[in-house]
Structure formats: structure tokens, C-alpha cells
């Protein structure tokens, strides 16, 4: 009785650490979390991150991958050493990544958990995640993005991407233009009548928007991944150089100041932002759960400025459409549950062919990769 109760104990502990992958690929970080006890720890040094209890695990977990354009983990056995409704035990991992900012690679890492019986069967009471083997190389190979998270086979996934007419797989979504797209790209914007330039990097862009708004000017800046990781964000909602919109916004109550924010938001000086996608025939393409932002980058700011990092260029309209609900919609939905607590949806698109008043629109091309 002994020896089998001992065997089944370790049975359902290997599948515990089998549940953890499957969560971690699936990205259901709530089942993910309740792999823990309601006070479990997950302790990452190398990332560095740790996340204590359920709650925490779950949105420290969103937020990481909010990060991803791709996971891949594997997890091989280790051992188990049980001590009654204790255990402690290894698992090794292989793992491959490629984030939103570029960094990818490959590791070997183990993790050395702690585990405990519950009511609800073996839990983790701690994981502590050790990387023995970092590879930073890039990757050759790609991932079919439209099947991510969705528990579709992968083969299956691939082979609907089969026909030799088929648009570029979704895993370009991430990957940044060459020099002569980002050429091409920029000569169709401004024969649509939008000013456009090629910059290094965000830094640089950064610099340029000092350049292109005046001091005092109302600026009202969108919801954007590239701004805030850019610090354009920053730079025009607390620093003091701009009449700031967003804050202003921010300080009205949503109910008696509904009108009032509807016309700060419509009109401003200007309007910066990023966009989902930018075409190589010259138009941009922007997508909004609320739309409460697209006015003012359809024409209701008397100048706008999009900063579009390079990995956002696609070659047509239908693949500007794809990328939004293949790669960005993905992303901005993981954040919007881990920021806000619900899901975001493209319920407003807004497609900008092209500027009819000259001067009004500025787009900064990115040579680098940055945002969704």
C-alpha cells in the first residue's frame, strides 16, 4: 500500500509539472496559478521576477507574456523526493523565445521545486527557476502566430498556410524590415501626401518630436505600446514641455465630463501615436477597442505624428488587416487583461491612404523593431 500510494503520489506530481508547460504555452495563466498553493512562490533570479501567491502569479505571468512573440518550453523529467504531504523535486527545461523588443534565443534551465498535498491534490509551493545554458544566436525559424494560444495543431495551422498564393506567414509580423522596404515604404507615403522619415531607433524619434511640436502645443498622445516604451509617453504627459491632453482627460469624471473629454480628445494641436500596421503601397492602418483615439488621427488634430517601428510594415492592405488580428490583437488583449482585468477587441479600424492636407501628417519610420 505504501509502495503504490508512493508511486501515484509521484504520478501526479510529474503531471503537475506536465500542467505547468501546457498553462505556460497555452498562455492560461489562471490555470497556470492555480497549479500554486494560495501562498506559493515563483522566484525567477535570471529575469529577474518573483511572483507571490496565486494573484501575483497570474498577472506577473500576463505581463511577461505580454512580451513574447513567441514561447516554446519543454519540460523533461527530473526527480521527485517525497516526505509525506511534502515533496521537493527538479524538472529540466528547454525553452525557446524571441520577445517584442528583439532579444531570442535558446536556454537549458531546471527548475528546483518545493511541493505540497492539498485538498485540491500536488501544488507547487515554490518553484525557483535556475538558466544552466543561455544561447542568444537568432533564430532561424518561425512561429505559425495564428495558432498561438488557440490549442489548434500546429501542423494544421501550417497546412492552411500551404498554397503557394498564401500571404507571408504571420511570424514576419515581428521580424523588422530591411532597409530598402523601409525605403519603398517611406517613397509611398510621402506620394500619399504624408511627410516621412527613417530614423535609427526609438531615441531618435524621440529627439525628432521635440523637434516637429512646439513648446505649449496641446498634445494629446495615443494608447500606445511604442510611445510608452519609447518614453514619448513620458516625455509629453509629465514633462512639462506641452499642453498636455491625457492627463487632462484622466482628471474628469467620465460621467459629468463626458462631453468635455469627447472635444479635448477630437481636436487637439496635435496628435501622436503609432499605428498597427503600415503598408508598403502608403497607407497606415490603426485599430482601437474604444475609437474614443481615432478622430484625432483620422483629422480632427490639426497635425499628427505616427512613430512606426520597422517590424509593422506588411506588403498590402488584407495583410495590414491580418497582422492586426493575428499579432497585435494577441498582445494588446494579454495586456488589457493584466492592466485592466478584461479583454480588448478591434471594434474601430481607421485606414489612412493618404493625407490631403500637406504638412499635416509626419510618419517616423523605425529602423528597429518597438510595440506591437
Known amino acids: 500500500?505504501?509502495?503504490?500510494?508512493?508511486?501515484?503520489?509521484?504520478?501526479?506530481?510529474?503531471?503537475?509539472?506536465?500542467?505547468?508547460?501546457?498553462?505556460?504555452?497555452?498562455?492560461d495563466r489562471l490555470r497556470l496559478a492555480s497549479l500554486f498553493t494560495p501562498d506559493g512562490v515563483l522566484r525567477m533570479p535570471d529575469v529577474p521576477a518573483e511572483f507571490v501567491g496565486r494573484e501575483e502569479i497570474r498577472a506577473g505571468g500576463e505581463r511577461l507574456q505580454s512580451r513574447w512573440d513567441f514561447f516554446v518550453q519543454t519540460t523533461h523529467p527530473g526527480t521527485i523526493l517525497l516526505d509525506g504531504d511534502t515533496a521537493t523535486g527538479r524538472a529540466y527545461m528547454h525553452e525557446l523565445a524571441r520577445t517584442l523588443d528583439g532579444r531570442q534565443g535558446l536556454n537549458h534551465a531546471v527548475y528546483h521545486d518545493r511541493y505540497r498535498r492539498?485538498?485540491?491534490?500536488?501544488?507547487?509551493?515554490?518553484?525557483?527557476?535556475?538558466?544552466?545554458?543561455?544561447?542568444?544566436?537568432?533564430?532561424?525559424?518561425?512561429a505559425p502566430?495564428?495558432?498561438r494560444g488557440s490549442g489548434t495543431d500546429v501542423s494544421a495551422a501550417l497546412?492552411?498556410?500551404?498554397?503557394?498564393?498564401?500571404?507571408?506567414?504571420?511570424?514576419?509580423?515581428?521580424?523588422?524590415?530591411?532597409?530598402?522596404?523601409?525605403?519603398?515604404?517611406?517613397?509611398?507615403?510621402?506620394?500619399?501626401g504624408f511627410a516621412a522619415e527613417?530614423?535609427?531607433?526609438?531615441?531618435?524619434?524621440?529627439?525628432?518630436?521635440?523637434?516637429?511640436?512646439?513648446?505649449?502645443?496641446?498634445?494629446?498622445?495615443?494608447?500606445?505600446?511604442?510611445?510608452?516604451?519609447?518614453?514619448?509617453?513620458?516625455?509629453?504627459?509629465?514633462?512639462?514641455?506641452?499642453?498636455?491632453?491625457?492627463?487632462?482627460v484622466l482628471a474628469l469624471d467620465r460621467a459629468t465630463g463626458a462631453d468635455e473629454i469627447r472635444r479635448l480628445l477630437a481636436g487637439p494641436d496635435y496628435v501622436v501615436n503609432s499605428v498597427a500596421a503600415v503598408t508598403e503601397t502608403g497607407s497606415l492602418v490603426l485599430a482601437s477597442g474604444s475609437g474614443s483615439q481615432l478622430p484625432a488621427n483620422a483629422g480632427g488634430a490639426a497635425h499628427a505624428v505616427w512613430i512606426v517601428g520597422a517590424q509593422k510594415v506588411v506588403?498590402?492592405?488584407?495583410?495590414?488587416?491580418?497582422?492586426?488580428?493575428?499579432?497585435?490583437l494577441p498582445l494588446e488583449n494579454a495586456r488589457a487583461r493584466a492592466v485592466y482585468g478584461m479583454p480588448s477587441a478591434v471594434n474601430r479600424l481607421l485606414v489612412l491612404n493618404a493625407e490631403p492636407y500637406p504638412g499635416r501628417g509626419t510618419v517616423l519610420l523605425l529602423r528597429e523593431a518597438i510595440g506591437y
Not at 492539498?118 to 518561425?142: C, K, M, N
Not at 518630436?209 to 519609447?230: H, K, Q
Not at 488584407?318 to 499579432?327: C, G, Q, S
Open 1 to 27: 500500500m505504501n509502495d503504490f500510494r508512493a508511486v501515484a503520489d509521484r504520478v501526479e506530481i510529474e503531471a503537475l509539472r506536465g500542467e505547468f508547460t501546457d498553462a505556460a504555452m497555452m498562455r
Open 118 to 142: 492539498t485538498a485540491e491534490g500536488w501544488r507547487f509551493a515554490e518553484r525557483v527557476y535556475e538558466i544552466r545554458y543561455l544561447d542568444t544566436s537568432p533564430l532561424a525559424g518561425a
Open 145 to 147: 502566430h495564428s495558432a
Open 159 to 192: 497546412a492552411a498556410q500551404a498554397p503557394a498564393a498564401a500571404p507571408a506567414p504571420a511570424a514576419s509580423f515581428a521580424d523588422p524590415a530591411p532597409a530598402d522596404r523601409l525605403e519603398r515604404v517611406a517613397a509611398a507615403l510621402r506620394a500619399n
Open 198 to 248: 527613417i530614423l535609427d531607433d526609438a531615441a531618435a524619434a524621440r529627439a525628432r518630436i521635440r523637434d516637429l511640436i512646439p513648446e505649449g502645443a496641446g498634445v494629446l498622445t495615443g494608447a500606445s505600446e511604442t510611445l510608452r516604451l519609447s518614453g514619448i509617453d513620458e516625455d509629453v504627459n509629465t514633462g512639462g514641455r506641452y499642453d498636455a491632453v491625457r492627463p487632462r
Open 315 to 328: 506588403p498590402d492592405l488584407a495583410t495590414a488587416l491580418r497582422r492586426v488580428e493575428e499579432h497585435a
